[in-house]
């Protein structure tokens, strides 16, 4: 049974991280389907997280140029978790010791624990990658670092980014609250905070400890 289910969240979370993905990197078309057939295994998982990925994806597909308006170049919402919790540096040097790059430097240091290597393109807290993670790693579901990783350095991040899909009422808000409901079976004990926290600062790309 706990096979069976790890199973579903690896295909899920695999699924909304493309989902998140620009149309250019990714075929829509392929991966709406995919999530459609994995709506019904879902409905016997979870029925509310079901709804929401039908919700979200009754939408009309989004284009190109909607995306890069909407999470790219300037975008109205991006899609790097820490920069809407934390102060943009005023300086280059600034920027080395900012706390988004402590927080970026902790998520790495995961990454690397789990032997997951990063795509050079894109920044550490970069949703659509961190989804990919939890679903490479579905089978370390019990795992201290893990569910820290989920605890401390996703869920308090994550309400800024749908106050902005929210505002700007755009059907990825369905997609949102899909994954909130996925990440909660994945891990019951990790409650979804209204407000952000200060992350644990033993994390480092060499040395890792659990308190």
Not at 109 to 114: A, L, N, S, T, V
Not at 132 to 155: C, G, H, P, Q, W
Request: hydrophobic share 35%; net charge negative; charged share 25%.
């Amino acid at each position: 049974m706990e096979n069976q289910e790890n199973k579903i969240l690896q295909d899920v979370y695999g699924v909304i991280a493309e989902l998140w993905c620009s149309p250019q990197d990714v075929d829509m078309t392929e991966a709406r389907g995919n999530a459609e057939e994995l709506i019904e295994g879902l409905m016997s998982t979870d029925e509310e997280a079901s709804m929401m990925f039908a919700r979200f994806l009754s939408s009309q597909p989004i284009t190109e140029a909607e995306y890069i308006d909407l999470f790219e170049l300037e975008p109205k919402c991006s899609l790097y978790l820490g920069s809407h919790s934390f102060e943009e540096p005023k300086s280059c040097a600034g920027a080395g010791v900012s706390d988004r790059n402590k927080y970026m430097i902790d998520i790495r240091g995961i990454y690397g624990h789990f032997k997951q290597a990063i795509n050079g393109s894109e920044l550490p807290d970069y949703l659509p990658l961190m989804v990919d993670f939890l679903s490479l790693t579905t089978e370390a579901r019990n795992d201290v670092i893990r569910n820290k990783f989920i605890s401390e350095y996703m869920l308090p991040y994550m309400p800024p980014l749908r106050k902005h899909l929210e505002e700007l009422k755009t059907p990825y808000v369905h997609l949102f609250d899909a994954l909130e409901r996925i990440i909660k079976l994945d891990s019951p004990s990790a409650a979804i905070p209204k407000e952000k926290t200060t992350p644990a600062e033993n994390f480092s790309e060499n040395k890792i400890m659990v308190e």
